[in-house]
């Protein structure tokens, strides 16, 4: 073996005993106590280990724009005029510069596997895919990295944006996305979508019914093609703020639907709590739809942080249990289950969600593993504790040294 990690507390373990962990060629080799190896041994002294954090739904490319942007009324539309004038500027370096730090930030703090979605349109052309792209190999030792291309201002209303986008696949993107809500036509762009994701043969990950109301709603047209075309399990849809307005026996009616169509859902909550609720002055909507309830319902759900320190979030430090805490206060979840699941939707719900293979503190699978200053899944959460060491096929990624109080003698 390469490396043993001693005395270490397996989330999903109904025992909660401390066990050994053997790694060996990258992947997990035993789960046992006692193991004995010659390998470095590293005593993680009964903290949790967990698999490493899954960021599903984020944009590097325009990440870390602040100051140059304003941020008035901070509205949806706002953000997107603001992001579309500064995009003019962007060049490959610029958008490259600005990704690595803050996938960084991530892989700080346990991000394992990373969907970034990337705009493409007439505007940007290409730049940002040709700047993040070479991401994928260099920070391979560090995190699995794929990339999503879609139109964030509209495809079928902005000539040029459909070419790019079928570049960008032919390119090796292996997930198209969408935003229909900022096309003339959202059903045609969503009919396009899948037309693409059928010809690459990709998955699909689409922004879908932000929104203060629930009166139209996208995700029945998207429920109905993934059942056409047998794509189930291979679609997501982003944000949903819609469904977070809707009575709670209809929201289980959307999520039967959803569940039957084998459709993932993603929340974002900072970004849904900092964009929603604007055109009121009193009584704010959040705006956060309660996916722990979809849950219940056969619905796979994440969380994820979508955008990080621009118009659109202009808050963020890339830790996914503080999108987990963000939730579970959000959306007054109590019970523990209900907290263990916070985390499961930032580990292995959104691997599910992006069909990520040999993932899970199991043995044969990769060791990709994160290393909890607790001793518990729900506390992790509940605690907003931070990882102390991550691991990318059994290779240490980052150390964070615990906390020490310096008493008085």
């Known amino acids: 073996m390469d490396l043993i990690l001693r005395n270490a507390r397996v989330a999903g373990r109904h025992d909660g005993q401390p066990v050994d962990i053997g790694i060996d060629g990258g992947r997990i080799a035993a789960i046992e106590p006692g193991l004995s190896a010659d390998a470095e041994v590293l005593d993680v002294g009964g903290r949790l280990v967990g698999p490493g954090f899954v960021e599903t739904h984020i944009h590097l490319d325009k990440s870390c724009i602040l100051e140059r942007c304003e941020s008035t009324r901070g509205d949806l539309e706002e953000a997107i005029e603001q992001v579309a004038q500064a995009k003019r500027e962007f060049t490959a370096e610029d958008c490259r510069e600005r990704a690595v730090r803050t996938l960084e930030k991530c892989l700080r703090h346990g991000t394992t596997h990373m969907r970034t979605h990337l705009e493409v349109d007439p505007v940007i052309g290409l730049r940002s895919l040709e700047g993040i792209m070479p991401l994928i190999d260099e920070y391979r030792w560090a995190i699995d990295l794929e990339i999503c291309v879609f139109p964030q201002e509209g495809l079928l209303n902005n000539p040029g944006t459909d070419e790019l986008m079928v570049e960008g696949l032919k390119r090796g993107c292996r997930v198209v996305g969408a935003a229909p809500?900022?096309?003339?036509?959202?059903?045609?762009?969503?009919?396009?979508?899948?037309?693409?994701?059928?010809?690459?043969?990709?998955?699909?990950?689409?922004?879908?019914?932000?929104?203060?109301?629930?009166?139209?709603?996208?995700?029945?047209?998207?429920?109905?093609?993934?059942?056409?075309?047998?794509?189930?399990?291979?679609?997501?849809?982003?944000?949903?703020?819609?469904?977070?307005?809707?009575?709670?026996?209809?929201?289980?009616?959307?999520?039967?639907?959803?569940?039957?169509?084998?459709?993932?859902?993603?929340?974002?909550?900072?970004?849904?709590?900092?964009?929603?609720?604007?055109?009121?002055?009193?009584?704010?909507?959040?705006?956060?739809?309660?996916?722990?309830?979809?849950?219940?319902?056969?619905?796979?759900?994440?969380?994820?942080?979508?955008?990080?320190?621009?118009?659109?979030?202009p808050f963020g430090d890339c830790s996914l249990i503080r999108m987990a805490n963000?939730?579970?206060?959000?959306?007054?979840?109590?019970?523990?289950?209900?907290?263990?699941?916070?985390?499961?939707?930032?580990?292995?719900?959104?691997?599910?969600?992006?069909?990520?293979?040999?993932?899970?503190?199991?043995?044969?699978?990769?060791?990709?593993?994160?290393?909890?200053?607790?001793?518990?899944?729900?506390?992790?959460?509940?605690e907003l504790v931070p990882p102390l060491a991550g691991f990318k096929r059994g290779r240490r990624t980052f150390t964070r040294e615990p906390v020490v109080l310096h008493r008085p003698s």
């Open 181 to 313: 809500y900022t096309d003339t036509d959202p059903k045609g762009q969503i009919d396009r979508v899948f037309e693409m994701a059928r010809e690459f043969d990709v998955d699909i990950d689409m922004h879908l019914d932000f929104g203060p109301d629930h009166d139209e709603l996208d995700i029945f047209h998207v429920c109905r093609l993934a059942e056409r075309y047998g794509y189930e399990g291979r679609v997501a849809v982003g944000h949903v703020t819609k469904l977070s307005t809707m009575p709670m026996d209809r929201l289980d009616e959307v999520a039967r639907t959803v569940a039957g169509a084998g459709v993932a859902v993603t929340v974002l909550p900072s970004t849904d709590l900092f964009l929603m609720g604007r055109h009121m002055e009193h009584d704010v909507m959040r705006g956060v739809t309660p996916i722990h309830r979809m849950l219940e319902r056969g619905v796979n759900c994440a969380l994820s942080s979508n955008n990080v320190l621009n118009p659109f979030t």
């Open 326 to 382: 963000l939730y579970a206060n959000v959306c007054h979840v109590g019970k523990r289950d209900h907290i263990v699941e916070c985390l499961n939707m930032v580990t292995e719900r959104a691997a599910r969600l992006a069909r990520i293979e040999n993932y899970g503190v199991a043995v044969g699978n990769d060791a990709d593993l994160v290393v909890h200053d607790c001793e518990d899944p729900a506390a992790a959460v509940a």
